[in-house]
């Protein structure tokens, strides 16, 4: 079906959520609050400077224009939203006819990009994300395909049947989204210069806690090393990722999954994403990891605050926003009021309600602050106390770091509340605590922190690294949608035995072929 003139013709498809089965369905708002492009529009938001569509298609089309000068952008569609809940089955339904019939429409392709986070679910599927790609397949033929997605996806034999070359990130915080957009460009330009590709799925029977899919040091990151080397001496491959997974999606097809992409042969692309996955199995052991409990913290904030120790950073571990957390559970926030600890940052909570009024009362306010009050659930208490309003926002900004690094943001009316000792952020948009940019958009002074507290899993790593080194990072044992452990979550649908959960679980590798 591709075009027989020299300028090549690529459409363009993002579909990005990551959904926690434990959260509420994400709604069609939840798109378009953060991203939702039809068309020319996700051209438009690709080539600008700051731009709010997934950072792959920034990425993806300056290495095309560097490769193919000429080429075409087709760009079809493009949504993304926080981390939530399943897709309301009837709004993804909605998108992938939309998706099909705009391919129809555009005409033949010679290529095909999409750039999806991969572990998504619908209210009533487990695979979305695989529908989307045999759907695409289905609409443009036997033409090159690449796609591209978050080291959290689960994989399904569904996506990787439908695709000529398959990339995840190799980032955890998650700071190569542009160069993984450009990996793929250089793909689909061999591919449609007449190379060939073979891929192969290896999944596990493992299904790690994200707080162990660090890369920087740790068992994920022995492992991205490994096949990063594997690639040096091997030309044959044109990518072998290793996907860590999102156990908190509670599928049938999560686990650690193992894909390569060859230009030999399937048995090839078998045999290496094999070997890499027995080396994982081997190290199972090592993807347990022991958090601190809040006792701890509460005297490790204490001896920062005295200056007996240098200032630390909590992780909220149990409420990351960017795991399908609501960001307003209460357990770390209370236990430090009560504890009467002082030089404390929080953020982000997530509070609606509390940030408008907030706002209204203006700087400088003095009033009884009630958190939760309209949203109060199973860990986010509701309470009151005495507050001081030291900032307001519109809560725009640009990411200064990290993975939010140069995107505009958009976390709704935004304020800072003094609890007497506690700073907190309340937002109204629900967004992890990433970046510093969303303590210093009111005045606040990090450096000057005893203990900063932040609502992420581990993306605030990459975005506060220049405050905290990882000695002074600490993940706290807490609840909420994303606890890290996993023997607190009633599971009900992950292909079980399934290590850590079963201590039993097995695995061998097969032989290749």
């Known amino acids: ?24 369905p994400t709604t069609p708002e939840d798109f378009r609050r953060l991203c939702y492009l039809e068309g020319e529009a996700l051209a438009i938001e690709a080539r600008k400077a700051t731009p709010s569509c997934p950072l792959e298609f920034p990425g993806f089309f300056r290495e095309m224009d560097r490769l193919s000068p000429g080429w075409v952008p087709v760009p079809i569609f493009c949504a993304a939203a926080e981390p939530g809940g399943p897709i309301e089955q009837e709004f993804f339904d909605a998108c992938l006819a939309k998706i099909e019939g705009m391919l129809r429409q555009a005409g033949p392709v010679d290529a095909v990009y999409i750039s999806n986070h991969g572990a998504m679910t619908a209210t009533e599927t487990f695979d979305p994300d695989g529908e989307l790609y045999q759907t695409v397949r289905r ?74 899919l660090l890369t920087a040091s740790g068992p994920y990151a022995d492992l991205m090393n490994e096949a990063d080397a594997i690639m040096a001496k091997d030309d044959r491959l044109m990518n072998l990722s290793v996907v860590g997974g999102f156990v908190f999606g509670d599928t049938p097809k999560n686990g650690m999954a193992f894909v390569a992409t060859s230009r030999d042969s399937e048995a090839h692309a078998f045999a290496t994403a094999e070997g890499l996955a027995a080396r994982g199995w081997a190290d199972r052991h090592r993807f347990v990891k022991k958090l601190t409990p809040i006792s701890r913290a509460l005297e490790l904030a204490r001896d920062a605050a005295s200056g007996a120790t240098a200032p630390v950073i909590f992780s909220d571990a149990g409420d990351n926003p960017g795991g399908g957390g609501r960001g307003n559970t209460t357990e770390l926030l209370l236990a430090l009021l009560d504890a009467k600890a002082t030089s404390v940052l929080l953020g982000n909570f ?13 700087k400088g306010a003095k009033f009884r602050a009630r958190f939760n009050r309209a949203n109060a659930d199973q860990f986010g208490k509701a309470f009151e106390r005495d507050a001081t309003v030291l900032s307001v926002h519109d809560g725009k900004v640009v990411g200064r770091r990290g993975i939010f690094g140069g995107r505009q943001l958009d976390l709704g009316p935004t304020a800072a509340l003094d609890l007497g000792g506690i700073t907190v952020v309340v937002t109204t948009a629900r967004k992890q605590c990433a970046d510093p940019a969303f303590f210093e958009m009111h005045g606040l002074d990090i450096a000057k922190a005893a203990c900063v507290c932040v609502k992420s899993r581990g993306h605030f790593r990459a975005g506060f690294d220049e405050f905290f080194p990882p000695e002074r990072v600490y993940e706290v044992d807490t609840g909420g949608l994303t606890a890290p452990v996993l023997e607190r979550i009633a599971f009900r649908n992950l292909p079980r035995p399934v290590y850590p959960l079963d201590a039993h679980a097995q695995w061998a590798p097969k032989a290749a072929g």
């Open 1 to 24: 079906m591709g075009t027989e003139n020299s300028a090549k013709r690529i459409a363009l498809i993002g579909f990005h959520l990551e959904s926690n089965a434990f959260a509420p």
């Open 139 to 212: 609409c443009v033929g036997p033409v090159p395909i690449a796609a591209s997605v978050d080291l959290h996806a689960a994989i399904s034999d569904a996506m990787i049947d439908a695709v000529d070359a398959f990339v995840s990130y190799r980032t955890n915080p998650h700071v190569d989204q542009r160069e993984r957009g450009a990996e793929c460009a250089r793909h689909l330009a061999e591919l449609m210069a007449g190379g060939k590709s073979h891929l192969a799925l290896v999944r596990l029977p493992l299904t790690p806690a994200s707080v162990t």
């Open 350 to 362: 997530v509070d609606g309600a509390l940030a408008a009024e907030a706002v209204a009362k203006g």
